[in-house]
């Protein structure tokens, strides 16, 4: 329903689309380390070690 309580249609398929092409975003966000994490990454293994352990989820999971 939308504000005035309309019913709202919509193509399914259209709906469905634009969630697949958009479903490496979460993906990619559960499998990245926390925050506190990346920082112990970075202090301990440096920018490289970072960037080695992000470069690694984006790949497992690329953009469409």
Same mark, same amino acid.
Do not use: C, M
């Given at each position: 329903?939308?504000?005035?309580e309309?019913v =709202?249609e /919509?193509?399914? +398929? =259209? +709906?469905?689309?634009? =969630?697949?092409?958009?479903?490496?975003?979460?993906q990619?966000? +559960?499998? /990245?380390?926390?925050?506190a994490?990346q920082?112990?990454t970075?202090?301990h293994?440096g920018y490289?070690g970072?960037k +080695?352990?992000?470069?690694a989820v984006?790949?497992?999971?690329?953009?469409?």
């Amino acid at each position: 329903y939308d504000a005035n309580e309309q019913v =709202v249609e /919509y193509d399914r +398929a =259209v +709906a469905e689309a634009l =969630v697949a092409a958009n479903e490496y975003k979460t993906q990619r966000a +559960a499998a /990245y380390p926390s925050i506190a994490d990346q920082l112990d990454t970075l202090y301990h293994q440096g920018y490289d070690g970072w960037k +080695a352990t992000i470069t690694a989820v984006k790949e497992e999971f690329p953009k469409p």
